[in-house]
């Protein structure tokens, strides 16, 4: 080919090549795989992340009521969800996968994390939601401790776009039974929940009663006003994907306030 021919193709080469390269960066973005796709319980969905500087007061309580996160088995692996997320406490336990999109300054390539709801972040509303007020309604917002974070993003990426999805929680050993109350007032504690690992409806059992609804007190501890003195509990739960779980004689009849008994556990 004449060298004129070749100067004349060059442009036309290096468009081309630009476009591959757009492709390319923008598959990345949107279409990279992930270990969790065969436990994906939702589509990728739109929304923002932000961290904290978590220290190791920052692993206990919390508005989903688990306590100290570290001996729950969640560790630094959770999520704050803004108000349109956190469903009034109904979210909690669920698990999330997070990824980078859009800032591929601040990203970490093909890398996501699951995440634990565990808390809840408040909205701010002496701020416009579209500016500074995170986590007012509508936004779809996660707080996550900056070692989270850092596991999708550097931390000089802020306020940055992600996508999430729900994925099915992987859980060591049973889903945990902490009964807490007063005579004829119980409290209890659900955690450690695999499969959805959000609970929508909790069920209790005496040796001498049938199945009596419990009611939601905030995040997952639940509560009933009944006597269940010297029998053996027994529960039956629904995630919110509509499986539901019976575990009987998860504690026994000399069971005790303040104490926590295992379960069964959901399949994952």
């Known amino acids: 080919m004449p060298q004129t021919d070749l100067h004349r193709l060059s442009p036309l ?49 919390g508005a989903c009521g688990f306590g100290n996160l570290g001996k729950e088995g969640y ?3 959770t999520a704050g969800l803004s108000e349109a997320l956190f ?18 300054k601040y990203c970490l ?30 936004n779809h917002h996660l707080l996550l401790p900056i070692q989270a974070f850092e596991k999708i993003a550097i931390w000089k990426a802020g306020v940055m776009p992600i996508q999430y999805r729900r994925v099915k929680c992987v859980r060591d050993g049973g889903i945990r039974f902490t009964v807490d109350g007063r005579k004829f007032f119980y409290t209890v504690l659900i955690s450690n929940v695999a499969g959805a690992g959000d609970v929508i409806s909790v069920k209790i059992k005496g040796s001498t009663t049938g199945w009596l609804q419990m009611g939601r007190s905030w995040g997952q501890i639940w509560h009933i006003n009944a006597d269940f003195e010297g029998q053996p509990l027994s529960f039956e ?13 998860v504690a026994p009849k000399d069971w005790s306030f303040g ?4 379960g069964k556990q959901f399949p994952f």
């Open 13 to 61: 080469i290096l468009h081309l090549l630009l476009l591959a390269s757009s492709l390319v960066s923008r598959s990345w973005a949107h279409q990279r795989s992930s270990t969790y796709g065969s436990s994906a319980l939702t589509e990728w969905r739109p929304a923002h992340a932000s961290y904290y500087a978590a220290d190791p007061e920052d692993a206990i309580g």
């Open 75 to 77: 560790g630094m692996a």
């Open 87 to 104: 469903e009034k406490g109904a979210a909690c336990g669920g698990c999330y996968e997070v990824r980078c999109v859009s800032e591929m």
């Open 109 to 138: 390539p093909g890398t996501s994390i699951v995440v634990t709801a565990t808390n809840f972040c408040a909205p701010n509303y002496g701020l416009p939601a579209e500016a500074g007020g995170v986590c007012n309604p509508p």
């Open 237 to 249: 739960l629904t995630s919110s994907d509509s499986v539901t779980l019976t575990s009987y004689n």
């Open 259 to 262: 104490k926590t008994y295992v």
